[in-house]
């Protein structure tokens, strides 16, 4: 049921009227098929008293048998006459139908006719004394046949469905019956209502759809525009559509203007916090240089290395997001063959195994800075760290593995959390800020991507820095 709800406003809210205007019309149609059924027989059931209340007012006459003779031989395949009998005709597949006998109560009473009971009854069939005693069965024919023969063709005789069985119970015993055909029109009733449905549905669905746009198109501009928000950018949205989607608009652009203008605050504060330390940090390592002792001036110089190294990535962490640099198609395997040379440079266990060539769209500073981590983290933590690259359809995945021993499952969370670290592997003489995954990850999902970490079966750690988007390699 999910996958056929849209997923557009406009979508929704179309198949919401739709499935309204269908219940309605739904229940429209069956009224009016109702009303149009019973229409016919309340009018096969009028033609039916007619004829009777006319046969009685002629029995009234003293020569009534004799001119009924006559009548039978002159109108014997010209019309119907009621049929005279000594009880009701047996119709044992026949409905009764109460409100028509009310009906031609009432009408026999206000004629002064002496009945003395009334029978209605509605049935497929009749028997054959009442073949020659139906009202409508030959209607139409005689003009088809006098018309559509010389042209060519016949026409279909009426489509009948049923009979409406009036018989009328007189004050000497006899019964007078009478059959009115039922004309089938349920073909032509139903032509009509389908139009009609049709002509609704574009009456109130063409307005609707323009509505729809009128509103989800401001809508999409503004779930575009958030969508790709960036910090530093005010990207404003046009105000446009309905009054109620002007005044969300118009507040979007304000919070955007806020957000932009507190970042800008924070970009400067941060400025002014990274200049007023490093310049105290700078003076201090001067001073320690004049330290005797060689021992304790490498640990001070350490300290004040780790206090900077800690600031540089809250900074980094602080400002990511609002770098100038812009994305362009670079090559994953020189980038990780750069990073890994500085690490081997310092005589440090790294190593990469040369792969095919994969170009990415990434900010290339910010995923060295990433990479950096994840293998620095590697070679303190793990003993050393091994590179290798991974590629699907629509990731690239770059491998860090180390030999170290692991992380337990329930920590590894925790692991991309600002300023934590596993006591077990990472204490204050390892150094550190603890800022190294949490840069990484963000880094990562900052281009879309992520940074994943677990436990490898053969031993060891393994983190993933995953990156969407691949364009063709070479």
């Known amino acids: 049921m999910k996958r056929l709800m849209p997923k557009s406003l406009v979508g ?7 499935f309204t205007l269908l219940i309605a019309q739904s229940v429209n149609i069956f009224l009016l098929y109702r009303g149009a059924q019973d229409q016919r027989l309340f009018g096969a059931s009028v033609a039916a008293a007619a004829r009777i209340a006319g046969e ?7 020569r009534y048998e004799e001119r009924r003779t006559r009548r039978e031989n002159r109108r014997r395949n010209r019309g119907a006459l009621p049929l005279v009998s000594d009880g009701p005709p047996v119709l044992p597949e026949a409905i009764r139908l109460p409100r028509i006998e009310e009906r031609a109560v009432l009408a026999f009473q206000n004629l002064g006719a002496d009945v003395k009971s009334i029978r209605a009854m509605q049935t497929l069939r009749i028997p054959e004394a009442l073949t020659r005693s139906v009202i409508g069965d030959r209607r139409g024919r005689s003009l088809a046949s006098e018309i559509g023969r010389p042209m060519g063709r016949e026409r279909k005789p009426p489509s009948i469905s049923g009979y409406v069985v009036l018989s009328v119970e007189l004050s000497d015993g006899r019964w007078i019956s009478i059959a009115s055909a039922l004309r089938d029109n349920n073909p032509r009733v139903l032509r009509s209502l389908l139009v009609q449905t049709v002509v609704l549905y574009l009456i109130l669905l063409i307005p609707l759809i323009w509505i729809g746009k009128y509103i989800s198109r401001p809508l999409r501009e503004l779930t575009g525009v958030a969508d790709n928000f960036q910090p530093g950018r005010r990207d404003r949205v046009e105000e446009s559509g309905p009054p109620d989607t002007r005044r969300l608009i118009v507040a979007f652009n304000k919070m955007n203007d806020r957000v932009g203008s507190m970042l800008d605050e924070k970009d400067v ?8 330390l490093r310049t105290p940090l700078a003076a201090l390592r001067v001073r320690v240089e004049t330290v005797d002792d060689d021992a304790e001036r490498e640990r001070m110089i350490a300290v004040i290395e780790d206090m900077d190294r800690t600031l ?5 962490l602080a400002r990511l997001g609002r770098s100038g640099e812009s994305s362009e ?4 395997r ?12 310092q005589g440090l266990p790294a190593t990469y195994v040369r ?3 994969n170009i990415v769209n990434v900010r290339a500073v910010l995923l060295r800075r990433a990479l950096r981590n994840l293998i620095g983290n590697a070679i303190k933590y793990g003993e050393n760290a091994s590179i290798s690259v991974d590629k699907t359809e629509d990731n690239l995945c770059i491998n860090v593995d180390d030999t170290g021993p692991g992380i337990p499952e329930q920590e590894i969370p925790s692991m991309f959390e600002p300023f934590v670290r596993a006591e077990h592997s990472r204490n204050k003489s390892t150094g550190g800020s603890g800022l190294g995954l949490t840069l990484a990850r963000a880094i990562a999902r900052d281009h879309g991507g992520d940074v994943t970490m677990q436990n490898r079966p053969e031993g060891g750690l393994r983190a993933k820095l995953i990156l969407p988007d691949i364009q063709a390699g070479d």
């Open 269 to 276: 504060m941060l400025g002014a916090i990274g200049h007023d």
């Open 334 to 345: 020189a980038l990780i063959e750069t990073v890994v040379d500085e690490f081997v440079d």
């Open 12 to 18: 929704q809210l179309l198949l919401l009227v739709a």
């Open 312 to 316: 540089d990535d809250i900074l980094s």
């Open 355 to 357: 792969g095919d060539r």
């Open 56 to 62: 009685l007012e002629r029995m009234d006459n003293a």
């Open 329 to 332: 198609a670079t090559d994953i």
